[in-house]
């Protein structure tokens, strides 16, 4: 767990999931955490519980642009060759990466790279959107929304083993 402390509230990202469970055991709905939690770049899933013992809306600093939410942004956009890549800062909610979006950091991807070559900017994007939203997220005062929105594909899991699968059976 990774605290933040002197500024306005308390800024808490948590990098594991018995880290969220410590951090959570003390609090809840009715005495809430009293800082804001922040998933940076992280597959973690908040449980619904810990997203409503929350005083200030929790940040996830998801690893794809609003084009690609869900877990493997990076390995479709890759798989898709895409030209244009980026993070995106969103108010945790359920299902994950549906939350309203405050902030994007976009960046040019030559889309013939490697995945890891894609990773090292993604990671830097994610760094620099939160230097940018620090004051934000550190002000108690509700996040504000930007004209963003997630796209309807989810990339899951499922979706991925799909498309291994589809591309398997159209080699053969």
């Not at 990774?2 to 306005?8: C, E, I, R, T």
């Not at 940076?40 to 409503?52: E, G, K, Q």
């Not at 909610?93 to 405050?102: E, K, Q, R």
């Amino acid at each position: 767990m990774v605290s933040a402390k002197g500024l306005s509230n308390q800024i808490t990202a948590v990098t594991s999931r018995e880290a969220l469970d410590r951090l959570f055991a003390e609090h809840s709905a009715d005495a809430p955490f009293s800082g804001r939690l922040i998933g940076f770049v992280t597959d973690m899933i908040v449980p619904a519980r810990y997203l409503a013992a929350t005083r200030f809306t929790p940040v996830n600093f998801h690893p794809g642009p609003p084009e690609y939410p869900g877990l493997r942004a990076i390995e479709f956009a890759f798989r898709d060759r895409a030209v244009s890549y980026g993070v995106t800062a969103h108010a945790m909610t359920l299902p994950v990466d549906s939350g309203p979006i405050i902030g994007v950091n976009r960046f040019a991807s030559s889309g013939n790279g490697s995945e890891d070559a894609l990773r090292y900017e993604t990671w830097r994007a994610a760094y620099a959107l939160l230097l940018h939203l620090l004051p934000t997220l550190a002000a108690e005062a509700p996040l504000k929304r930007i004209d963003a929105e997630w796209s309807g594909k989810m990339c899951s899991d499922a979706a991925w083993r799909a498309l291994q699968a589809e591309d398997v059976h159209t080699e053969s």
